[in-house]
């Protein structure tokens, strides 16, 4: 499997850092190019990658094409390179608001896509990926694409409708948990405790929550009960987070997350 990098910022590199450690492709397989020489050393000599001469290289030594540069310079890169880029190929995208629609008629003719919203959890290998591929897109070219996205780690087919909801929901998420260990971290310093202490413990709550949900089945409220014990310290936490609104911030932070995708 050759795969090509266009772009070669955190999450490309996250990406590429998955799929070398879990041997989907070799070093060798990744081509790659970035306007900034630095962001190509950078994944070079972190993974082995192979650094291409120009956007049209990359697209000529590869069989699956990622498009990993920022929403607002798509159009420029596709333009591009769209004369180059031949129908046994498929390209993929891992940019909010970029519809299949508008990415084939930006390309001008019929070619395989897959639009995806990979996060940075990537990094560590825990990323959730949604899969949204066009009707080019024969069965043997989503399994190639879905076994590259699982090199980092979970990937999901799901209609295009719901791509917004993904942005909110997975793919801008992780900001919010970050700013949630922060939180509890800086409490626990109020209360005495060592700050990378604080944070171990904070970040290890947080892993060890989401995998009862995961591994359990059962639903987040029933787990929040569990550690709710009549006239005990949960249930008082939890009664602030209720009066100072935590579930409906958290919730209007993902609605604008969400209209923010679709305005892109």
């Known amino acids: 499997m050759k795969i090509g990098f266009i772009g070669c910022g955190n999450m490309a590199g996250a990406m590429m850092g998955g799929i070398v450690k ?3 492709c070799s070093p060798e397989e990744i081509t790659v190019h970035d ?6 050393e950078r994944v070079q000599g972190a ?3 192979t650094p291409a001469s120009s956007n049209q290289a990359v697209v ?4 699956i094409i990622v498009l990993a540069v920022k929403p607002q310079f798509y159009e420029d890169v596709i333009r591009e390179i769209a004369p180059s880029v031949q129908e046994q190929q498929i390209i993929v995208t891992i940019a909010p608001g970029k519809t299949l629609a508008w990415l084939a008629e930006t390309f001008g003719k019929d070619l395989p896509i897959v639009r995806t919203m990979p996060n940075t959890p990537a990094m560590v290998g825990e990323g959730i ?4 591929p066009n009707e080019n897109v024969a069965p043997e070219m989503l399994d190639s694409v879905l ?10 087919v799901i209609p295009e409708r719901l791509m917004d909801a993904v942005v909110a929901v997975s793919g801008s998420s992780p900001a919010y948990i970050f700013m949630l260990i922060e939180a509890m971290a800086d409490a626990a310093v109020a ?3 060592p700050r990378q202490q604080a944070y171990t413990f904070a970040s290890q709550a947080v892993l060890g ?4 949900v995961l591994e359990t089945g059962k639903h987040p409220g029933e787990l929040k009960d569990m550690v709710c014990s009549p006239a005990g310290t949960t249930i008082e936490a939890v009664q602030v987070l209720e009066e100072t609104g935590f579930r409906s911030s958290v919730m209007q932070a993902m609605r604008v997350c969400a209209k923010k995708s679709r305005s892109m």
């Open 191 to 193: 209360e005495g405790m």
């Open 147 to 156: 076994k590259m996205l699982g090199g980092f780690g979970k990937a999901e």
């Open 35 to 40: 306007l900034l020489p630095a962001a190509v």
């Open 209 to 212: 929550s989401a995998k009862m």
């Open 47 to 49: 993974y082995g990658v």
């Open 129 to 132: 990926t949604a899969v949204c």
């Open 22 to 24: 879990n041997q989907i």
């Open 60 to 63: 000529e030594q590869s069989q």
